[in-house]
Every structure is written in structure tokens, then in C-alpha cells.
């Protein structure tokens, strides 16, 4: 093969310009005369000339957070139902059965499904459809 021979490959950009390097567009190479924009490392991504990015602005309107809010672990009474009837459902059991992943957060049971075994619930919390579940199933509920 011969240096005659050689071609670009099928879908190579054949528009690039190599600018700033004398002929017809050297000099300033497509920037203007003097000023930021014209020197080499003049301008940053997200640099607003001064003003406050709108990265550092977004906080201000993505509304409040309560760092002192408990986030509870959700479980909910249809996942209840796969205990045996007059067992103890306590943290312990409920990460034995795959149901909590880790202990360190406090757990809670949503009234999503239905419970139909007597069962004893040792728990953080409940809301009240789930509670009212438990007992109507003949169990109880202890808030630990």
C-alpha cells in the first residue's frame, strides 16, 4: 500500500479544522480580539462570570429536609401472613425470612394486605389499619 492509497474510514468527520495554526484561520482562530473568552483557559464549564452557578443555586429550591426524621423499615401485613399461626414476629424473624435486610433501622408495618393468623407483633411501629388488622385476627401488638 502506497501513502496514495490511504483513505479515511467509512463515517470519519471530514470537517474538522485544525484552528490556530497559521492559513486561513490563524491569528485569533475564530475567537476575537483580546478578553477572557480569547485566552486559552479563560472560561470554565458552569462558570457564570461571577454570578452563583446554578448548580450551587439548586439546593435553595429543592425544598427542606428533616435530618432528625426517622426513617423506618417498611413491611407490610401480607408479608405477615408466611409467619405460622401464634408465633412471635419480632426484628430478629423478620430478617431471618429475607423480609429486613439489616436491623439498624427501626421497622414498621404498613396495613397493605391481609392477615388472617393470630400473631404477636414486636415491633417499632404500626399504623393504625394494620394494627386494627392484627387484633381483628385475634394477635397483639408491642411497641418495642
Known sequence: MQPNQLRSNPGARKDCRRVGRGGKLGAQATRGHKGQRSRSGGTKPGFEGGQTPWYRQLPKYRGFKNH????????????LEQF?????????ALRE??????????????????????LTVQLHATTASAREAIEKAGGKVEVI
Open 68 to 79: 432528625f426524621r426517622t426513617e423506618y423499615v417498611e413491611v407490610n401485613l401480607k408479608q
Open 84 to 92: 405460622d399461626a401464634d408465633s412471635t414476629v419480632t426484628p430478629e
Open 97 to 118: 425470612k429475607g423480609f429486613v435486610r439489616h436491623l439498624r433501622q427501626p421497622i414498621k408495618v404498613l396495613g397493605t394486605g391481609t392477615l388472617s393468623k393470630k
